[in-house]
């Protein structure tokens, strides 16, 4: 199962920049340290965002969860990154209920063993 309309996903810059790539964030940290050692930093956040809907968009997804607010969307696979050794991620997408654009929520390592 792909994203659905993968086309209009949406990856706020607020999400990469305050979140995924903050080494000040509270839950964020440890994968601030994840991606920036790949390469991928706060002032090219764009570069993560262009990733993460390149990710989404190259692999299916490994589940769907419904919930009173809509849809959450589990995407497993490899991510290309600015260095080249390319990690596994796991990237988490929503769609809310009536709703139809995907919004990134959140990405992590995959462990070797999922």
């Known amino acids: 199962m792909k994203l659905p309309n993968f086309e209009r996903a949406t990856v706020p810059r607020e999400k990469i920049v305050n979140y995924l790539l903050s080494d000040t964030h509270p839950h964020g940290h440890h994968k601030a340290a994840f991606f ?10 764009l570069e993560l965002a262009e990733a993460l809907l390149a990710h989404a968009e190259k692999h299916e997804g490994v589940r769907a969860e419904d919930s009173p607010f809509g849809v959450r969307y589990v995407i497993d696979g490899i991510m290309e990154s600015p260095d080249g050794r390319n990690p596994s991620i796991r990237a988490v997408w929503f769609i809310d209920t009536g709703g139809d654009e995907p919004r990134f929520v959140t990405a992590f390592p995959l462990k070797k063993d999922a």
């Open 36 to 45: 920036r050692s790949f390469g991928f930093s706060a002032d090219n956040w």
